[in-house]
């Protein structure tokens, strides 16, 4: 047979077309897949890293908490301490949920910038016999 390799034999490659343009003729939705990928991956990395970050700094106030319990004189002192430590806590946390939110939404943002960008160019290449101008 002509499309199938001698047994064995893998330096013989047919050639054939990748299943991309199948999907795309399918589904137009996948045409905009290379969009989600780049931006995902980009997002992860971008999350990661700002939590990362926010965990290292927080996990050296929560080491310092000890000291500064062992510091108070009083029961007033010590509630002081520990209401400041959850307030700071609780301000540190939502400041970093506000970043991640701000990270999501900008490359969902970027995300649809390009798509809409390549629906834009996609509706300029048709013919005008659809119903999609």
């Given at each position: ?5 001698a047994w064995r034999d893998?330096?013989?490659r047919v ?7 199948f ?16 931006s995902?991956y980009?997002l ?8 990362l ?9 929560d080491l310092?908490f000890?000291?500064q ?26 400041a970093?949920?506000?970043?991640l ?11 649809m ?6 629906a834009a160019s ?9 119903s999609?101008?």
């Amino acid at each position: 047979m002509l499309d199938r390799p001698a047994w064995r034999d893998t330096n013989l490659r047919v050639p054939a077309p990748g299943i991309a343009p199948f999907l795309n003729a399918f589904n137009p939705a996948t045409g905009c897949m290379h969009f989600w990928s780049s931006s995902a991956y980009k997002l992860g990395g971008d999350v990661a890293e700002s939590w990362l970050h926010f965990l290292g700094e927080r996990w050296l106030k929560d080491l310092r908490f000890p000291q500064q319990i062992a510091a108070c004189k009083t029961a007033d002192d010590v509630n002081v301490a520990v209401s400041e430590f959850w307030q700071q806590a609780s301000k540190d946390y939502s400041a970093e949920f506000n970043q991640l939110a701000d990270i999501t939404w900008a490359a969902m943002r970027e995300t649809m910038d390009g798509a809409s960008e390549n629906a834009a160019s996609d509706a300029e290449k048709c013919c005008g016999k659809c119903s999609s101008k």
